[in-house]
């Protein structure tokens, strides 16, 4: 029985149809099928969220997501949130508030405030919300503080 | 001018938009797979091993034990070449072993074309050992017949003391009174979000190309060499951006392997990418350390007397070995400079996973004792615990018995003050009185960290900066220096544009280093960088300019004296007329038939200065008795770092510090069985660092002093922000509750310990509050 | 990559329960966040998988005519969180599983892979222990009715044989209506991270008079537990400070904590008796009792 499977799905708006290895993660058909890099592996567990991205606009750990459940759905990576050349609104955040050090963890946190940022219906977000919605990203470098500032930022763009 | 603007790192938007390479992203197309066979014992030899069934696995290229590789020993500390043998890092390390010395260790390894064969492979490998009891706690590992875990060394690495201020015994008798104590720290890991991961493979019959996640590429050049007696110049280390460090990529862990393996397999591309767990346990982690502290103090509030005696416990393999313990040891004689102060350190190895750098360098572990045995001394006497050290740290002009240099520069009583002032320290312990009783309390605690910034004398301090004009007038600058998610990179290029006179956006930093081509420096540790970097770029830009003034003074005909530039335009500094763009002038200066050339300076600086740091923590608390836990109401860190570069890229670097500390004060600790060795903790689940769930807001402030040994004014700040934490929140609960627990972590399970045994609950539970 | 042998997508309930009976060495995968990590690890037994991923069958939270409330094997835990039924008249089971990882886990974890491990630490058993939730569980022809009390049969062990699934969470309004509760997880971090004890307290009062008391244990014995001596004890009493102290010695007869190197059992007993008290006076406040 072979291990290889065809799945189709769509990767930052573009559909694509793959003939992949049934054994892989989300994760490895997206770093070494597509050659999309970005999402990074931290811990191979679902721990760090690290390998985060959307998945029909659900925010997921690639690393525990089987490249099979893709089939037929909506893929969002770090890579196709820049759009002609400009940074969206929540990478300008994360650069202009310091928050980014290492780089490692951040597009997996970028997916995660981008979620969190067009779900946000809520007019009072508090920081409570912003640590909730965050906490299955894990930093080593910045103290969340910065990270923080940014997602608030990401909301409010306007405020100092 | 760019030197303290808060400029956006320069590789910011690489990070943000994924384009950013770290290593394993530079994937080759039919790299092959190589996983270690592990020990499963912490302490033994190879009786038998049998690696037929693993070998003969369908998609298996080779399986090596520790009888096929080099019989030369090595270390794999980061620290540049001694050129006093006694000074010499130890040599104990073997590319695979035999001999079994914490369980993890490295008996054999297996090469596949993927993960999941190499893991099967390495379940048919049959191997039976002599075991020996696991030597753990430091009574049993000095024991009279206690096995020599390296032959030869009797267990002890290294050992030093160093006595200044006088004669400690004597000024402890004539103190008003003497406070002890007994204080332990655990091992603690850096995990870093990216794993340890290294590839290499060969470009023609005798070169080894190695891609890896390191701090200290030029030194991995060397130690491989060694490790496999190839002279350096025919090794190329690449080190691309890097998922962090913290002093666990500051030891060559995995490029020895690769290259040996690339060579062994025909220069076909080899990689190592450690899991989480292996990574936790088979890389380097934090030396725990048992320090007894006397400190001897006068009424009014003078300390006179400071005894330590530290054990340091290395783990399995020496790895930076007694550096540790001397590093944390010297690097606190700047703290409380006038008295007599005593420190003997001792090195032990045990049956423990391998420790070796992590941020802060020994000087956690240190402080952490001594700032805990100052707030019993200051408890003592009933002073303050803000009064009692502005009355004893270090002021400008104070004189550093060990080093015998003066500190130049010194803001620790501002930073006190300050962080007083944003605690409102004396309101609220007034406030707080109200809260020492009940199930419910409430503290506050403070402590001070001093530190260096860099290794000189110990260790040569030496920096490489080369920087090139470009035809569209921006410049590249390239350093020997390492970007591991400090900033260094940005800073550098700061600098640059601050000396040359350029904009920052003009100034463009090679971020991945190639030892092939970048200048030499050792890397990154002991927060170096950008002050010993600081002079090289300085001299560097001062000559790159010098050259592009003259060729300007060429083409106009203008005296080059009577020339600057400023934001990147030349002008003339008698009348401020603008003379000339530097696009112009970089294009004249390559292409012109006859005169000018490529405009390049490159200079190597050795740095033959260090510049203690400043520091402190103030932290507010509460305390659930029953639920045994601690609440942080309220953190600040205030740094005395000189001048300031980048003010929010140092304020992130003193968040990460501080969250570090509250992980080491609160719940970070690798779990060892003292029976047998093994590890219980070590992924992300079972191993507490903090979430986002888990901090509060992290504040923090600066004094900037000048330093004037420093290029730009600027001294240390990566590492030293993690030091002060611990104490601080131990003093804290010192406070709220007058519960000392003097090891960390102060988990719930030690307060749980400690609260039943002062009453404040019964060992059932029910709260005596 | 994971060494999976075997992966086949079922399409139904009965298909599920078919693919299962053909293959006798597969498991069921929803989530996937248990399943795929001891697929990781090596552990025998999860290399052949029937996936009901996303199976609609099994995702659904609905109020059925008699108002019993019933929630969907499948069902991911954000869904839980989310859902009006849910919030309105079960929200103790709402704290309970937004206590769990951290929202990728919660987006993609299901709460019957989080019952059918059979492990004391479960998040959601505990509140649905003390919510009296009765399972339903398929297999070839069959269906029965198990009170999630006789689900858990010990560590790692449950209800359920070869060939069958578990596809609903029944909860009946004889157990939620007028009832307030309160869930309180204990660990070590506030998220990612699994309990040192977990505890659900459901409650009812008339004038201040507790009419019925149910209280529930994650990690306070091999399988997630009812205290019935304490309830029992307490039952018809008046809410006062000192039932809360009354309800923190009895509980002790009905727990058995155990050492392990996560924690010890004298520090779990204190942890247990603490929230018995803590979790019982948030319920009261929510039911609008003082004490």
């Known amino acids: ?160 | 001018m760019a030197v303290g603007k808060s400029v956006n790192r320069i590789d910011a938007v690489a990070k943000v938009t994924g384009r950013a390479e770290y290593t394993e992203d530079l994937y080759k197309p039919g790299m092959l797979v190589a996983k270690y066979f592990r020990s499963k014992i912490a302490h033994g030899r190879v009786k038998n091993i049998a690696i037929e069934k693993a070998k003969a696995l369908e998609g298996v290229e080779a399986v090596f034990t520790f009888k096929d590789v080099p019989e030369n020993k090595f270390a794999t500390a980061g620290h540049p070449f001694s050129l006093d043998p006694s000074h010499q890092d130890v040599a104990d390390r073997l590319l695979l072993t035999r001999d079994i010395r914490f369980m993890g260790d490295e008996i054999a390894i297996v090469v596949a074309q993927d993960e999941i064969i190499a893991n099967n492979a390495l379940k048919l490998i049959e191997v039976s050992y002599d075991e020996y009891t696991p030597l753990i706690l430091p009574e049993d590992i000095l024991k009279e017949d206690a096995r020599q875990i390296h032959k030869g060394s009797s267990n002890i690495v290294g050992e030093h003391q160093y006595s200044i201020g006088g004669d400690v015994d004597d000024a402890l008798e004539k103190a008003d009174y003497v406070v002890e104590g007994n204080f332990e720290t655990v091992m603690v890991q850096h995990c870093h979000l990216e794993n340890h991961i290294a590839y290499a493979y060969m470009d023609d019959l005798d070169r080894i190309v190695i891609v890896s996640s390191t701090q200290i590429p030029h030194i991995v050049r060397r130690i491989v060499g060694e490790a496999l007696n190839m002279p350096l110049s025919q090794i190329r280390v690449i080190k691309p951006f890097i998922g962090g460090g913290f002093g666990n990529k500051q030891d060559v862990v995995l490029e020895p392997m690769v290259a040996f393996l690339t060579l062994k397999l025909d220069g076909r591309a080899v990689q190592i990418n450690l899991s989480r767990e292996e990574c936790m346990v088979g890389t380097r982690n934090r030396h725990p350390f048992h320090i007894k502290v006397k400190t001897g103090v006068m009424k009014d509030g003078t300390m006179v007397a400071r005894k330590m005696d530290a054990i340091s416990i290395t783990g399995g393999y020496a790895s930076h070995g007694h550096a540790i313990a001397a590093a944390g040891g010297s690097k606190q004689s700047s703290l409380y400079p006038r008295m007599a102060n005593q420190f003997h350190g001792r090195t032990l190895y045990a049956n423990i996973p391998v420790a070796g750098a992590m941020r802060a360098y020994g000087s956690p572990q240190v402080i952490y004792a001594l700032e805990c045995a100052t707030e019993d001394a200051a408890r003592k006497i009933n002073m303050d615990s803000v009064e009692f050290r502005l009355k004893n740290i270090a002021q400008q002009g104070d004189i550093n018995l060990l080093s015998g240099h003066e500190i130049l520069s010194c803001g620790l009583t501002d930073c006190l003050l300050k962080g007083k002032a944003f605690m409102d320290w004396d309101q609220k312990k007034k406030d707080y009185e109200k809260y020492k009783t009940g199930p419910v309390r409430k503290g506050l605690g403070v402590a001070c960290l001093s530190y260096a910034s860099g290794t000189y004398p110990v260790c040569v301090e030496i920096a490489g900066a080369r920087i090139s004009l470009n035809q569209d007038g921006t410049v590249h600058v390239m350093v020997g220096a390492t970007e591991i998610g400090q900033g260094s990179d940005t800073v550098v290029a700061q600098m640059a544009a601050e000396t040359l006179g350029l904009a920052y956006e003009h100034v463009r930093v090679v971020q991945a280093q190639d030892t092939d081509v970048s200048p030499f420096d050792t890397g990154a540790y002991a927060s170096r960088q950008a002050y010993v970097v600081s002079n090289a770029i300085f001299r560097a830009a001062t000559q790159l300019k010098k050259k592009i003034l003259d060729h300007a003074g060429v083409m106009t005909g203008k005296k080059a004296r009577d020339l600057n530039i400023i934001n990147g335009k030349i002008v003339d500094t008698r009348t401020n007329a603008f003379i000339m763009d530097m696009k112009p002038l970089a294009i004249d200066s390559f292409y012109h038939k006859e005169r000018g050339h490529q405009l390049t300076a490159d200079v190597s600086h050795k740095t033959t200065t260090n510049a203690p740091v400043f520091g402190c923590t103030f932290v507010d608390i509460t305390v659930d008795i029953p639920l045994c836990k601690i609440k942080i109401n309220k953190i600040i860190n205030v740094h005395d770092s000189g001048i300031i570069l980048n003010p929010v890229q140092a304020g992130g670097q003193v968040h990460g510090g501080v969250f570090m500390g509250i992980g080491a004060a609160l719940s970070e600790e690798l779990m060892i069985d003292p029976a047998t060795g093994y590890i219980y903790n070590n992924n992300l689940l079972d191993y507490k660092f903090p979430t986002f769930m888990d901090l509060p807001h992290i504040h923090h402030d600066f004094v900037e002093t000048f330093e004037p040994t420093s290029g730009y004014g600027n001294k240390s700040l990566g590492e030293p922000p993690v030091i002060s934490p611990p104490p601080a929140i131990r003093n804290a609960l010192l406070d709220a509750t007058g519960v000392s627990i003097n090891s960390l972590p102060i988990s719930p399970h030690k307060l749980f310990t400690a609260f039943t045994k002062n009453g404040l609950l019964d060992s059932k539970g029910g709260a005596n509050v | ?291």
Not at chain 3, 88 to 94: E, N, R, V
Not at chain 3, 125 to 134: E, I, P, T
């Open chain 1, 1 to 160: 029985m072979t291990t290889f499977r065809e799945i189709t799905f769509s990767i930052n708006g573009r559909p694509r149809t793959l003939y992949i290895d049934m054994r892989k993660s989300l994760l490895e058909v997206l770093r070494e099928d597509l050659g999309l890099t970005g999402a990074k592996q931290g811990c191979g567990v679902g721990e760090c969220g690290a390998c985060s991205v959307l998945v029909d606009e659900v925010l997921v750990d690639s690393c525990i997501y089987l490249a099979v459940w893709a089939h037929n759905k909506d893929i969002r990576t770090i890579e196709g949130e820049a759009k002609n050349g400009k940074l969206s609104r929540v990478q300008q955040a994360y650069v202009d508030e310091g928050a980014v050090q290492c780089g490692f963890c951040t597009p997996g946190f970028i997916m995660a405030t981008t979620s969190f940022a067009e779900n946000c219906t809520e007019k009072k977000v508090t920081e409570d919300d912003i640590r909730k919605s965050h906490a299955g990203n894990l930093c080593r470098c910045t103290g969340y503080q910065n990270i923080l500032k940014a997602v608030e930022k990401s909301i409010h763009p306007d405020k100092e």
């Open chain 3, 1 to 291: 990559m994971f060494d999976l042998k075997k992966h086949i997508k079922a399409n139904s309930i009965d298909h599920a329960i078919a693919l299962l009976i053909e293959n006798p060495d597969a498991r069921l995968i929803a989530g996937g966040t248990d399943v795929l990590i001891k697929l990781r690890d090596g552990k025998p037994g999860f290399s052949e998988l029937v996936d009901i991923h996303g199976l609609e069958e099994l995702n659904f939270i609905r109020q059925d005519g008699k108002n019993n409330i019933l929630i969907g094997s499948g069902v991911v835990f954000t869904d839980i969180i989310q859902s009006d039924i849910i919030k309105k008249h079960i929200p103790m089971l709402c704290d309970a599983v937004q206590s769990i990882g951290g929202p990728q886990i919660r987006n993609i974890a299901t709460i019957g892979g989080n019952n059918c491990n059979g492990v004391t630490s479960a998040d959601s058993a505990s509140s649905l222990f003390a919510l009296n939730a009765v399972l339903e569980i398929r297999g070839k022809g069959t269906i029965r009715q198990v009170p999630i009390s006789d689900f858990y049969l010990g560590p790692g062990k449950v209800d359920l044989k070869k060939g069958e699934i578990l596809t609903t969470f029944k909860i009946t309004p004889e157990n939620y209506q007028g009832y307030f509760g309160y869930f309180y997880k204990y660990a070590m971090r506030d998220a990612m991270d699994i309990a040192t004890i977990g505890c659900a307290v459901s409650l009812k009062t008339k004038n201040q008079i507790l009419t019925d008391y149910r209280i529930a244990y994650g990690v306070a014995g091999p399988v997630p537990l009812r205290c019935p001596k304490t309830e029992k004890s307490v039952i018809n009493k008046k809410v006062s400070k000192s039932l809360l102290d009354e309800i923190s010695q009895t509980i002790e007869t009905d727990v058995s904590p155990r050492t392990s190197w996560r924690a010890t059992k004298d520090f779990r007993m204190n942890i247990i008796k603490e929230l018995s008290k803590r979790a019982t006076k948030e319920a009261l406040q929510r039911a609008g009792e003082e004490v």
